[in-house]
């Protein structure tokens, strides 16, 4: 049996592609984070959490890149893998690395076809605007549901000169042309990093698609993080990041307490030990 016929069947609640627009329609907001394994997956889908996002953002946290240039499809096979078989309800998206849709559509519905066949995720998203429509057309027209991303797109940060807030002054107009070809192409939702507030709320009226935010104000009809920004894990987090949880802290005292137990004797007692 593969990991696509797992036996739990996934519930009726299970949050799928036409959830992103009726969100938005009903009024209530995306949630999003990222996860990069089964153990977080399934607090995550646990909680509620709508989307969960095997992001390219695991080679800065968990791989100690210092950008997501280096992560590679085969980084990502193994954690989407373990995150879809762990979600139940949540929605599945994989990030397309660096290097894996840039040539074309042909690259682009190769790779996202590799990540359906090997992972058991339900979409991938691919950052950029017009300059990738032939790629979104083409995933989307195989049947696989794509996520776009605009404003600071990590991947071009060397072009971007750094991690820069996008859409300010003219470079508003270029955002709104952007948004208008992801959707035109067929995303279902676009991610919006690092833009005025303002631009962003003005951008999520005008789009056809839902917006889901990170650094980019409230108007979005969603939010995501990384993860462990949120849960007070990072070492470093960026300014827009709000730590809901002190999970590194929390952490670090539990493996204080275990080795001072060890080294006093009080682990394992005769509760954790085989009498015969
Ligand atoms: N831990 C983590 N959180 C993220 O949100 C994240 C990653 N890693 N890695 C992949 C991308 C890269 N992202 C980044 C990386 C750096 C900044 C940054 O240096 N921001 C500055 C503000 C710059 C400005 O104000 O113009 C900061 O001080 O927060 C922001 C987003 C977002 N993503
Ligand atoms: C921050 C989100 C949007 C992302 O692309 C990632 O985690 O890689
Ligand atoms: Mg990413």
Known sequence: MSH????TARSAKQFRVHHFAQAREKGSKITALTA???????????????????????GNVMHGHDSTLPVTVEDLIPPARAVARAAGRAFVVVDMPFGSYESGPEQALGTAVRFMKETGVAAVKLEGGARVAGQIRAIT???????????????????????????????????????AAVAEAGACAVVLEMVPAPLAGELTTASPIPT???????????QILVWTDMAGMSAWAPRFARRFGEVGTALREAAQDYAGAVRSGDFPGDEHSFQK
């Open 141 to 179: 027209q195989a049947g696989i549901p794509v996520i776009g991303h605009l404003g600071y797109t990590p991947q071009s940060i060397h072009a971007l000169g750094g991690p820069r807030v996008q859409g300010r002054d003219s470079a508003a107009d270029e955002l709104r042309a952007d948004l």
């Open 4 to 7: 696509h016929d797992k036996p």
């Open 36 to 58: 990069y394994d089964a153990v977080t997956a399934r607090i995550f889908d646990d909680a509620g959490i709508d989307v969960l996002l095997v992001g390219d953002s695991i």
């Open 212 to 222: 889901i935010g990170i650094g980019a104000g409230h108007g979005c009809d969603g």
